[in-house]
């Protein structure tokens, strides 16, 4: 699969039709049309008909479109799934994964509603089983009809079921989402870290933006339009990391160069590995690129 940049992926209440249009003229890599936490119960049909008609009619440009579903132990999560799966959504987002089983049948829900065939599934770590099962869960993505392709980490829930305290550094939860980052990366699927609260402190969602990228993480979620530009910029490579990729290569491409495993380059030791790491920040900024 072609790399897809997902640096930000906006929440977007599923029962506010002001929103959903408006999410038009924004610049987020997806957005999470969302049926669940931010829909109170009276009005999940409602929210449910205005996401899947507006996932439908499109016109978000090249953004993935999700629709974060009800629970499937929920009195609305099996609706959910039906009515998202005639919507084609890029990907269903399933809530409270906790087990490899939670995988395999919400995927096969997802099949049984029709679901066509580049519909992905996304799962929502935010359980503490979820972590504790975390290589199992992750190892489904092997099975193609599990279709999982996408984690995102719900940090406020586990904070929530853990008692962890959401502080400044997130040190309560790095071992958390470090081995949600590996697991990630151990079965090729992507992972995207949980929401900052305070949509009025750029200093901080800028600080735990860079945490999450040099974590590892894809991207990040947003529950405010405002937080959108910081994020993007800040999972982007920079300049200085673009011109370095592209030194980097150009090295090893050199003749006296073939068939070495290490180079000197300006006074730096570096190795056939990270000029595979060099190509894939070139290609991320092409997709980045290609986005605008």
Not at 67 to 84: E, K, Q, Y
Not at 152 to 175: S, Y
Not at 264 to 288: K, N, P, W, Y
Request: glycine share 6%.
């Amino acid at each position: 699969m072609a790399l897809r940049p997902r640096r930000s992926a906006l929440y977007m209440p599923g029962s506010n039709q002001r929103a959903l249009e408006k999410a038009r003229d924004l610049r987020a890599d997806a957005y999470i049309f969302d049926l669940e936490d931010a829909v109170a119960p009276e009005q999940k049909e409602y929210a449910r008909t205005l996401v899947c008609a507006a996932t439908s009619q499109r016109g978000y440009g090249q953004s993935e479109l999700i629709i974060r579903v009800n629970a499937l132990s929920s009195p609305w999560g099996h609706d959910d799934i039906i009515a998202a799966a005639a919507a084609k959504p890029d990907a269903i987002l399933i809530p409270k994964v906790s087990t490899p089983g939670d995988i395999m049948l919400a995927a096969k829900h997802m099949r049984d509603a029709g679901a066509a065939e580049l519909t992905q599934l996304w799962a929502m770590i935010e359980t503490p089983q979820a972590i504790l099962n975390i290589d199992s869960l992750v190892r489904t993505a092997a099975d193609p009809s599990s279709r999982l392709s996408v984690l995102v980490m719900g940090t406020n829930d586990l904070a929530k079921d853990t008692r962890a305290r959401l502080v400044k550094g997130r040190q309560p939860m790095l071992a958390w989402l470090s081995l949600c980052v590996a697991a990630a990366r151990a079965y090729g699927v992507d992972i995207i870290d949980g929401v900052y609260g305070d949509i009025s402190d750029n200093v901080g969602l800028g600080q735990e933006c860079e945490q999450g990228r040099d974590l590892g993480m894809d991207g990040k979620s947003l529950i405010h339009p405002a937080q959108i530009d910081i994020c993007n910029k800040i999972f982007s490579p920079d300049q200085h990391e673009i011109a370095w990729a592209k030194k980097i290569i150009a090295a090893f491409d050199l003749a006296e160069n073939a068939g070495k495993g290490a180079i000197s380059l300006d006074g730096r030791m570096v190795e056939r590995l990270h000029a595979d790491m060099a190509r894939r920040t070139l290609t991320l900024q092409q997709a980045i690129d290609d986005m605008s």
